[in-house]
């Protein structure tokens, strides 16, 4: 996983500059040899990561205590924990997002807080969409305490042909809602726990949109008995 914190203007992810300089300059040598067939495979590819690693701007108006959804995708599970589990502990909603290689990669903050903790664990590479993916796979634990000390938790999992975690937050960091902390290259899953006691407003094969959809709201405070 790298870490890094960058405020980018350009269309595309920092992280994928790379890539496409690379697709460019192999493309225009292979035109250059006179290459057709080659050349068009390699500029059809260079397309292809140039929408992977789109940075759409988005902004949002949702009210103070809206969540907003911190990954593009598709909504595959809501699940109630009554014990929580390895991510999260006590009672909590976890809710898991599924990105294709066709969303947009770029994670996004879902309420404004300070980050209260980052761990990230190494790990296997199964299909994003698979249950295990969740606690086999490579993935990075994000731990978010809002300004009413209520606590959010978001993991960003590796999948079947993902092979870097990039986090762009660092433990300390006050965060704004919708601001971008990360991706995941090519083909990913998110996992975000909310407190048991948050009304969702998305159910599961939802299609979402990180930092627009809201995924649902968090209470002032913890249920009182």
Known sequence: MSQKKVHNKLPVAWEGIPFIIIGIGLTSILLALDWELLSIFLAVLTLLTIYFFRDPARSHLAPEKAILTPADGKVLSIEKLNN???????????ISIFMSIFNAHINRIPVRGNIAHLSYHPGKFFSANRDKASLCNERNIVTLETDNKRKVVFVQIAGLIARRIVCWVKKGDYVETGQRFGLIRFGSRLELY???DSTLTVKKGEKVKAGQTIIGYLSESENKK
């Open 84 to 94: 929580g589990d390895n991510h999260f502990e006590g009672k909590a909603i976890k």
């Open 194 to 196: 909310l407190p048991a």
